[in-house]
């Protein structure tokens, strides 16, 4: 069995759909195939939601009705038999009553909402699989895909209510599904996150011990930057799951952030592939030793940095196990932490309790705390072998302030924190400086 997701702009339109299918139905093997919501769709439904908490009834059915039109249009271009056409449209229309009907009911329905784009992506795939022939049967996400009262996935349900589905049909080796969404521990419908629809790809791969997971995307792989802010990126061949899994979480937006964890603790490989592009080899996630240095760079934006002077001016023993137990109890993880002997600087990306925390932490020592700020990840080999690299590193950004640096916590990562405003500079001087003019070989 293999799994394979196609992101947002794969299934953005009906050329594109098209493309898909071709990829699906040209790998022999049983499948599991994972789709988001058709691109721009999940930002709409997050912007009709943000109507109706403004009360703005006008814009909501506007916008729905827009977002109705799209997919009519979408139908049209996509199906050739008026039998599918007319399937295709009387699904989209119910849909979208069945939309309306969430959007105008008083009880917050915001995750039902934010829902409808994966369901309404995988119905319109599976309708144009049957208008072309190809038996695939289409599984509810919603059956097995489920998330605990820490909003974590709950792996051990997950792989017992899969099972359970898959077994149910043994007329089908093409299963489809939706990406992003699934039941809380109450079984409300909830979801994954921004971006989630590699996570639930990982999760399922590692729930049915897949071959591989693939994940099909607008780019041919991992690249060594991001291209969205720096030009002459190239893309690797091959990384590791650890180096993957550093670059996903501090903001190669390619992956979702805790996207690799489930196929890394199952040993499963997980390659990146270019839907508009599939002859590219893509790149290939797997147990591999890093790189001898700088494999690749992300950048996370977001992060508050905040510094806590002790009031005894020492290090005192407890002190730490104080600041983190306020952490703790406010349920934010902390991301990049120094220390010096009076103070201590640590960052965290979920701005949603710091009121609370900074009035805490005021307790324990004196607060200072700065926003807009970005991670700056470089992922490689960091160990022995990779001597000169830091200095590399800081001699690339002398001219850009850092507030803080990351390195030793393992041998994967090295992080600097910088303001978001320094961020593109930052990371097109450590391009330049250490994949174009290879500075690493003259330290
Ligand atoms: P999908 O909709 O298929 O999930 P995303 O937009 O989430 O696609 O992710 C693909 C995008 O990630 C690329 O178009 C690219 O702009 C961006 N990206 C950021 N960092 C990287 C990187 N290091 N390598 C490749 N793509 C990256
Ligand atoms: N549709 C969701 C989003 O836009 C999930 C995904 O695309 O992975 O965030
Ligand atoms: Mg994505």
Redesign the pocket.
Known sequence: MIVLKF??TSVGNAENIKKVATIVNDSKEAKIVVL??V?G???TLIQINNYIYTDQKDKVNNIIDELQQSYHQLIDELFCSDFYQLKALTFINNQFDKLRGHANNTPNNEKIILAQ??IIATHLFQFYQAELGHQSSLISALDFMSIDVNDEPDTNAIKTKLAVTLSKDNKSDTFITQ??ICLNNKGEID????????Y?ASLIGAAVGAKEIQIWTDIDGMHNNDPRFVENTFSLDEISFDEAAELAYFGAKIL?PQSIIPAQKNNIPVLLKNTFNPKQKGTIIKNCSETENVRAIAAKDGIVAIKIKSYRMLMAYGFLKNIFEVFEKYQTAIDMITTSEIAVSLTIDNPKHLNKIIEELNLIGKVEHDTEMSIVCLAGNFSQSGKGISASVINCLKDIPIRMISYGGSNFNMSLLVATNDKAKALNLLNEGLFVNNKLQEV
Not at 191 to 198: A, E, I, Y
């Open positions: 992101g947002g988001s919501a691109s769709t999940t930002n784009g994966e990406g992003f979801n994954l996150k921004r971006g989630g629809s590699d639930s979702h």
